[in-house]
């Protein structure tokens, strides 16, 4: 049996986290005490009142914004509309923007937060193209290019994918929507908090991030930014603090897009969480995700009866590293190494059936282990040395 790095193994939980691109823990200790402070000290409800706890509530909100704003270079903070997760932004932007008619073109590395979607407005006289992706993941622009049409109303594209970690070329796509006149919406549930991102020198029309991945927020939270001049139906109806005395919904942001109670509790943790992040730098994040990502490729290279999926150079992907195995399979493997070694990875298709497809596992799946900026080159050597245990 591995030593086990000082780790204590638990049957009911795994000590070694590695399911990162699912939902990140831990959480930095800031994130536990400021939503503890707010359930405890403030508890208000942003708008809906003039008292002083709804009023810390609605600071705690607008201040969030800004903190969203700064981190991906977003001129006005009211263009971020909370959401509860990237997939209701994605939802949001498709069925907002597009009409009977519109031709949307995505990459078949999409999660189905977008491909569901999309699926649905197919039923409603919408029509869509998929450009096929290599291997590793990586898409060419000029491919997708060639699949625009006159009709083209939207393109829709993960900024780095959740099977593989490959890094989309979302500015060379954004340079040809651009030229054509067609907004883009950019997935970055995978990147935010973890690469640069940069609506204007990105060209980025509609962003959706989700708050409990590498932004290090709790489960519940995300946003949408967009970008002026764009408008969008809204998905809800309802009560948003202002206009009270129209039935009509408000047309201005953030209020159009934001209808009912925010969930204010998690959005302090989000403040957090993106304080966190800033404190450290995206750079300083990016360079310790290359240097786990470089240690686990270079282990596997060594690593007789595993392969790996997506690039091959760690600064192509973000920190997530698929595999499938010659003598057993990814569920099988996810197990053993949860139950015999405390590491917790995700085995599947991983809400993404089209990018294994894609990249050749649609039957198997594969076993997805993802680092987040918390994890440690011990943690990696200790995954790489029971992965080469259970192959043998």
Known sequence: MIACYDFVMSKALSSVYLDNAATTYPKPERVYREMDRFAREVGGSAGRSAHNRALETGRMVYSTREALAELFNIPDPLRIAFTKNATEAINIAISGLLKPGDHVVTSSMEHNSIMRPLETARAEGISCSIVQCESDGSLDPAALEKEIRPETALIVLTHASNVTGTIMPVADVSDIAREKGIPILVDAAQTAG???????????????????????????????????????????????????????????????????????????????????????????????????????????????????????????????????????????????????????????????????????????????????????????????????????
Do not use: W
């Open 194 to 392: 973890r690469i640069q991102i940069d609506v204007d020198a990105q060209g980025i029309d509609i962003l959706a991030f989700t708050g409990h991945k590498e932004l290090f927020g709790p489960q519940g939270t995300g946003g949408i930014f967009l970008r002026e001049g764009l408008t969008l139906k809204p998905l809800m109806y309802g009560g948003t603090g202002s206009h009270s005395t129209s039935l009509e919904q408000p047309r201005e942001l953030p209020d159009a897009l934001e209808s009912g109670t925010l969930n204010a509790f998690g959005i302090a943790g989000l403040a957090a969480g993106v304080g966190f992040v800033s404190a450290e730098g995206i750079e300083t994040i990016r360079e310790h995700e290359i240097e786990l990502l470089e240690r686990m490729l270079e282990g596997l290279e060594r690593a007789p009866g595993i392969t790996a999926y997506g690039p091959r150079d760690a600064r192509d992907r973000v920190g997530i590293v698929p595999l499938t195995f010659d003598t057993l399979s990814p569920v099988d493997a996810a197990r053993m190494l949860d139950e015999e070694y405390g590491i917790a990875c995700r085995a599947g298709l991983h809400c993404a059936p089209a990018a294994h497809r894609s990249i050749g596992t649609i039957k198997s799946g594969a076993l997805r282990a993802s680092f987040s900026y918390l994890n440690t080159p011990k943690e990696v050597d200790y995954l790489l040395e029971c992965l080469s245990e259970i192959t043998r």
